[in-house]
């Protein structure tokens, strides 16, 4: 059987491997599998593959487990692409608890960001 929380940690796989194992971790959805997506998001060296597992975060439909990681990717990962999609996994997780948190990123520096964030919100919004 195929490991995909090992495929996703390690460095020597190709980036698509990589990206392959957050979608197959995503669909998962267990703790445990939750778990390394955010130890993906919080250390992988690509900003594409940090981006699949923000995504695939917030595909989780597990707020209690995934809100943190994609919150401190928001405040912290130097990527834009990867906070942009951060931003839009925290409202995809439907908890409107979340709103406070994004509307903050409405006076971000970045332009991209604050694109997002108001997206997200309205996402957020509708849901």
């Known amino acids: 059987m195929v490991d995909y929380k090992e495929i ?3 460095l020597k796989r190709t980036k698509e491997e990589r990206i392959q194992a ?3 971790l995503e669909n998962l959805a267990d703790e445990a599998s939750i778990h390394v997506l955010a130890q993906a998001l919080e250390t992988d060296p690509s ?4 981006h699949e597992c923000a995504f695939a975060l917030g595909e989780t439909s597990c707020p209690r487990l995934a809100t943190g990681p994609l919150k401190q990717a928001c405040e912290k990962d130097p990527s834009i692409f990867v906070r942009h ?4 996994a925290l409202a995809t997780l439907g908890d409107k608890n979340n709103l406070f948190f994004i509307q903050r990123f409405l006076k971000d520096k970045d332009p991209e960001i604050v ?13």
Do not use: G
């Open 85 to 88: 999609e951060a931003l839009l």
């Open 22 to 24: 957050a979608f197959n």
């Open 115 to 127: 694109e997002s964030a108001e997206i997200a919100i309205q996402r957020l919004k509708n849901s």
């Open 8 to 10: 996703i940690l390690d």
């Open 47 to 50: 900003p594409i593959v940090r």
